[in-house]
């Protein structure tokens, strides 16, 4: 029986505000490529912030209010691109710190795309999915002149997954009175989805973390790695790394972390969450530990793959890891950066890592516009190849600039959407 009782959002942890933690990156990026002014205002604030008040008839009969949000953050390279959260610790100030990342993400792998994120106050887990159907729909609906897939196309982020996508595109379709697939990305397959597109961010995930490691002279066939979060990214990261040979040590979700100095079985974990409801609470192939102990154990390569600000001014000096490969967006709060730095501690960072999901969901853009599919051969090779190139370009900008992979990431994004604005100018 799906449970739909109220539940207070809950306090916001000991967490710095993103939207502060992506300025700090930015204003750093900004002044060693000596930004002018004014492209500097404009590119700091978001084009449009949306928050919509949704009622939404619960299973009891009664009707609930959520609040909604959509920020687009840029869209100077093109239309918006970025996934819709839900989850009941989301705010204004984190949307647009996501909707930001978009715009240097898209930028990174140079894909034609600006920055848009969107958020639902909401705890998927306690609502049936008669209730996501209304509430999707009706956010949907709220925003039905923001969206369009040449304005401002969603995508599944924490919470969301390719079925609220195809309610998303249904819903859109309706309203237009035609069937419209390039408005979301991230769909089922069967109604435009990309082949490649679930796995895309993991193998990101994993491409860049084989480059960071070839940079290092680090073997994968003799590391170990830990990766927190079990949700898309972390398990199909973890599968692809333990297929290039590594050993995954330890792996994790909001019930806890599994820790197994000989290795975790990837598969039988993936296939226990299958049939757990989603969840690893239970597992027994490893040894149960701390969220925060995850982080520092003696592994060589760490991949944050769950939530904002988990490796912070307090934890990161207890790092062992050699290498971060962030697969979440904002994993790392700003005042962690020298600390880890200081220890070097190379970071392959969120707008570079995780990028592969976009890719793929650029990908699945082009294939809905040409009405053609690509196989998942074509997909993987494209998108691999983007990602080797954003990471070797990230590399040198490092190398030229003297800064870390993160601020080269950070350089090369700002420069390119600060020269597509040069060339189209304001009012
Ligand atoms: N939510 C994902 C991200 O943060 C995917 C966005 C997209 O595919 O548009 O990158």
Redesign the pocket.
Known sequence: MAKSSYIEPAPIKDRENPFESMMSRFNEAANVIGLDNETYEVLKSPVKQVIVSLPVTMDNGKKRVFTGYRVIHSNILGPA???IRYAMDVTLDEVKA?AA??TW?CAVVDIPYGGGKGGVICDPRSMSVGELERLTRAYTAALVDVFGPDQD?????IGTGPREMAWLMDEYSRAQGRTVSGVV??KPIVLGGSLGRVEA?GRGVMITAMSAMQKLKMNPLRSTCAVQGFGNVGSHAAILLEERGMRICAISDHTGAYYNERGIDIRAAIEYRTKNNGILEGFTGGDKIDNEALLELPVDVLVPAAVEDVITAKNAGNIKAKLIVEGA?GPTSANADKILADNQIMVVPDILA??G??TV?YFEWVQNRLGYKWSVERINRRADRIMTSAFDKAYHTAEQYKVSLRLAAYIVAIQKVAEAYRYRGGF
């Open positions: 691109k970025g996934g996501l990342w978009m993400k196309i969603p995508a599944p982020d990305t991230g961010t967006n995780n990028a999901g976009v969901s």
